[in-house]
């Protein structure tokens, strides 16, 4: 079935920009990905990838290996009951030691600041196929870490997604604010949940207003949130 779906794509070489913006927003890291179609198979291809950088926004192999087939599946379709045969035509190039295929002692973020990078093939598929490709997510994934210890000396810590919201697509608007592709569909966490672990107070947590952008499909507000 994937196979039929790829195929179904003209065969060519289409590229994508990755903009990687966590480590220094005045100058995002920038390379090409490219998607090359060739009857039923599916490469794409890192190789343009930066060498792997001294701050924890690396990916590891098996993080961009994974992200890629969720990004390239969510494009063809049809793929609720994916199992290990969906993925036999996708091949996905790297450079061991690169920023996508990180090497010891190199610190990793698991996938979190990668997201953007990998979302440069919905870049390259959307100029072949755009009716099948939506709007990319609003940023990366921004999740606050805190700990810390109570007063009686035990250890409190959690984490909160602060979730942007998903990009229209071209037959709907985009989903209510989720987490990115790559995470599957784990939401936001509850507010109460959270401030009952962490000695936080959320004072507000809601839509922002007029963020979905233009278009006859907008894209999913983003959340305002005040700590």
Same mark, same amino acid.
């Given at each position: 079935?994937?196979?039929?779906?790829?195929?179904?794509?003209?065969?060519?070489?289409?590229?994508?920009?990755? *903009?990687?913006?966590?480590?220094?927003?005045?100058?995002? +890291?920038?390379?090409? =990905?490219?998607?090359? &179609? @060739?009857? #039923?198979?599916?490469?794409?291809?890192?190789?343009?990838?930066?060498?792997?950088?001294?701050?924890?926004?690396?990916?590891?192999?098996?993080?961009?290996?994974?992200?890629?087939?969720?990004?390239?599946?969510?494009?063809?379709?049809?793929?609720?009951?994916?199992?290990?045969?969906?993925?036999?035509?996708?091949?996905?190039?790297?450079?061991?030691?690169?920023?996508?295929?990180?090497?010891?002692?190199?610190?990793?973020?698991?996938?979190?600041?990668? *997201?953007?990078?990998?979302?440069?093939?919905?870049?390259? +598929?959307?100029?072949? =196929?755009?009716?099948? &490709? @939506?709007? #990319?997510?609003?940023?990366?994934?921004?999740?606050?870490?805190?700990?810390?210890?109570?007063?009686?000396?035990?250890?409190?810590?959690?984490?909160?997604?602060?979730?942007?919201?998903?990009?229209?697509?071209?037959?709907?608007?985009?989903?209510?604010?989720?987490?990115?592709?790559?995470?599957?569909?784990?939401?936001?966490?509850?507010?109460?949940?959270?401030?009952?672990?962490?000695?936080?107070?959320?004072?507000?947590?809601?839509?922002?207003?007029?963020?979905?952008?233009?278009?006859?499909?907008?894209?999913?507000?983003?959340?305002?949130?005040?700590?």
């Amino acid at each position: 079935l994937a196979r039929e779906k790829i195929a179904a794509i003209p065969d060519g070489r289409y590229t994508g920009i990755a *903009t990687v913006e966590g480590f220094d927003p005045d100058d995002p +890291l920038r390379f090409e =990905v490219v998607v090359e &179609v @060739a009857g #039923s198979d599916l490469i794409v291809d890192y190789t343009a990838a930066p060498p792997q950088l001294a701050t924890p926004f690396n990916l590891l192999h098996a993080a961009t290996l994974g992200l890629s087939r969720a990004y390239v599946l969510t494009v063809i379709g049809g793929t609720d009951g994916a199992n290990d045969g969906f993925m036999r035509p996708i091949q996905v190039l790297t450079t061991p030691g690169s920023f996508v295929h990180a090497m010891p002692p190199a610190p990793v973020s698991m996938y979190f600041q990668g *997201t953007q990078a990998i979302r440069a093939v919905f870049g390259a +598929l959307s100029q072949v =196929v755009p009716d099948q &490709v @939506a709007a #990319s997510v609003g940023a990366a994934l921004n999740i606050l870490l805190a700990f810390g210890m109570n007063p009686d000396g035990t250890f409190w810590g959690g984490a909160f997604n602060m979730t942007a919201g998903q990009g229209g697509c071209p037959t709907h608007d985009g989903a209510s604010p989720l987490m990115d592709l790559g995470a599957g569909d784990m939401r936001a966490m509850s507010c109460e949940v959270f401030e009952s672990r962490a000695p936080f107070v959320i004072d507000k947590f809601e839509l922002a207003c007029d963020a979905g952008g233009a278009g006859h499909y907008r894209g999913s507000p983003g959340l305002d949130i005040d700590f």
